[in-house]
């Protein structure tokens, strides 16, 4: 698996992440052959993920807020978004369940049925990390 880095990713920022990623990169995923690392310092959250299982891709964004954290707050972010690219594909699949079984955007069903799959996700991993990295 290859780990790149876009040209705007500040240096120390790079040199914060890279160690993390390295460290961790056992959680990331087989089907991940690329993993590619943006930086964002329009945005005042910390860290963000997308993936695209079918193309064997995955991306982390840096946000303004990840490099204002401490080392330990930062490490943890790095293992919460890791730990999305494993449950990616059964994410996806929830996702195309409730697009195609709830038709209706605006449905109130459907939207609680999406922040429902959001809120499971979100604990599933959390749940993760907190295992992984003992901070229980």
Known sequence: MRILFDPKVPTEVRAAVEPLLRKWEWLIPT????????????????ISNLAEPEYRRAWIALLNGWLTNDSETRERDV?????????????????????????????????????????????????LQNAITDQR
Do not use: M, Y
Request: aromatic share 10%; hydrophobic share 40%.
């Open 31 to 46: 089907w991940v052959h690329q993993l590619t690392v943006f930086w964002n310092d329009k945005d005042s959250a910390r």
């Open 79 to 127: 293992v919460h978004e890791l730990i999305h690219f494993p449950l990616e594909p059964l994410s996806s699949f929830a996702e195309n369940l409730i697009e195609r079984t709830i038709p209706n955007e605006d449905s109130a069903f459907r939207k609680w049925a999406e922040e429902e799959l959001r809120r499971v996700l979100e604990g599933c991993t959390t749940d």
